[in-house]
């Protein structure tokens, strides 16, 4: 009998999981608490800004409804080479990208010649340019895509449960051997000799719960929190023609913090994440549907050392922080008016030529919701990228908090993403503190496979 495996999660970790494994044969349940892919594209319809939990939860997870960029470097979006080497690494990444391409992705992925040059200017203004290989889907483009590759895990017997919520583990001394689940109502269990949790942004506080109750060790990573900022495509134009997303990489001289720029959207929307207990924005693109603006995050990392180590928590308080400032929405402010230490009001930010592609915000001050620190490292961050991307720091541009991205727990395993105190249960993805997008969370996915099929002595077959 073949070998029975359940992955909790639909999103690229556990999507890309699930399709090594379906592939070989194994026994493949897929969970996700979530909505199925039509019921999230009916519900979400044309409402990008002030989305729901179904934005965040459900089949793709919270890619389907991003930007869909491809990042196609071990060391972007987390570090691979923790687990692998360069070699295994792009060869895993050249899957990943094989599979996108099978269901509808663009194949061309060539850095652009002048990336030398922005290099150089970035370097002179004291910021690190870091030139990758990258696509971009477009989110308008990725329910399709999603839809194939779930028919594809359809079609190699991979049984797919949605509005389905894993609850617990059930053990058996040292070793996994099943699920419990919540479902129509009721509780059962499903039985399984390995298991594969892949839960997310939004189920990283749940696998923090399931480290506590069964006494596995983990650590805190850092956590990144910031702004996404807004402006005119005007502004960013010279540089995102060489990388439609340019990853800038800053370290500020005042704290001596690290700063980065993070998924850049030209002609893109800003968006809401509704995490239930607390919103958080975030951004995307499409390929047929454009704004007049363009929007990057602006995060600044943080690391929590002791007494207090909890940077899920600490995030969770930040955002808790700004939902009761911003009455339930996103905080909205402009560059001048946080400069001169003063709440944003409609009427000031209609004077703005910066027009919000988000309108279900709050306007208000950003420095009552993070922290002085924070504040600091964004402000300088900007003027630094001033120096590189001139406008980018002027008064109209349009500060949207908090932008926040929970990388924080992550148990104690082994290369292979297996916990080192119980046996057969695998943790990969964002939420499992191993990775940081779409990319390096399906690789993590693939290692965790890879390692299933070599105990049950079966061949992994990479495209």
């Not at 913090?257 to 002609?267: A, I, K, M, S």
Request: proline share 5%; charged share 25%.
């Amino acid at each position: 009998m073949a070998a029975r495996v359940v992955v909790v999660g639909a999103g690229p970790g556990g999507l890309f999981s699930s399709h090594l494994l379906g592939r070989a044969g194994l026994d493949v349940t897929l969970l996700d608490m979530g909505d199925d892919l039509e019921e999230r594209l009916a519900k979400l319809g044309d409402a990008r800004p002030g989305a729901g939990p179904n934005y965040v939860q459900g089949m793709g997870g919270s890619g389907t409804f991003s930007d869909g960029k491809l990042n196609l470097n071990p060391e972007i979006g987390g570090n691979m080479l923790e687990f692998v080497s360069r070699g295994d690494a792009d060869r895993l990444i050249e899957h990943v990208d094989s599979v996108f391409i099978a269901h509808g992705a663009d194949r061309e992925d060539a850095p652009s010649p002048r990336a030398r040059e922005l290099a150089r200017r970035a370097m002179r203004a004291g910021i690190k340019y870091v030139p990758i290989r990258q696509k971009h889907i477009g989110s308008d483009r990725l329910p399709k895509l999603v839809a194939g590759l779930r028919a594809e895990l359809q079609g190699c017997g991979v049984r797919i449960r949605v509005r389905t919520k894993a609850e617990d583990l059930v053990l058996d001394a040292d070793a996994v051997r099943g699920v419990v689940v919540e479902a129509d109502g009721g509780r059962q269990t499903l039985d399984a000799d390995y298991v594969v949790l892949a839960p997310g942004r939004a189920g990283s506080r749940w696998l923090l719960d399931l480290a506590c109750r069964y006494g596995i060790p983990y650590g805190y990573g850092p956590l990144d929190i910031g702004v996404r900022v807004e402006v005119p495509n005007e502004v960013m134009e010279d540089v995102t023609a060489v990388n439609r997303d340019p990853k800038f990489h800053v370290r500020t001289r005042k704290y001596d913090d690290f700063v980065r720029t993070f998924c850049t959207n030209p002609g893109g929307y800003v968006i809401t994440e509704d995490y239930g207990r607390f919103v958080s924005v975030n951004g995307h693109g499409m390929k047929d549907r454009t704004s007049d603006n363009t929007n990057f995050a602006l995060l600044v990392r943080l690391h929590l050392t002791e007494p207090v180590e909890n940077t899920t928590l600490y995030g969770e308080s930040l955002c808790h922080l700004a939902h009761t400032i911003g009455g339930g929405k996103p905080i909205l402010q402009r560059m001048g008016d946080l400069a001169k230490g003063r709440r944003s009001t409609w009427e000031r930010l209609e004077k703005s030529y910066v027009a919000p592609t988000n309108p279900d915000v709050t306007p208000g001050d950003i420095g009552m919701a993070l922290p002085y620190r924070v504040v600091e490292d964004l402000v300088e961050g900007l003027t630094l990228l001033a120096k590189v991307i001139p406008g980018v720091d002027e008064p109209s541009t349009l500060l949207y908090a908090p932008e926040i991205k929970f990388k924080s727990v992550r148990m104690d395993m082994t290369p292979t993403m297996e916990t080192r105190q119980v046996a057969g249960l695998f943790a990969v993805g964002d939420g499992a503190g191993v990775s940081g997008g779409i990319v390096t969370a399906a690789v993590t996915g693939l290692i965790a496979a890879r390692e299933i099929l070599r105990r049950e002595g079966l061949a992994c077959e990479l495209s």
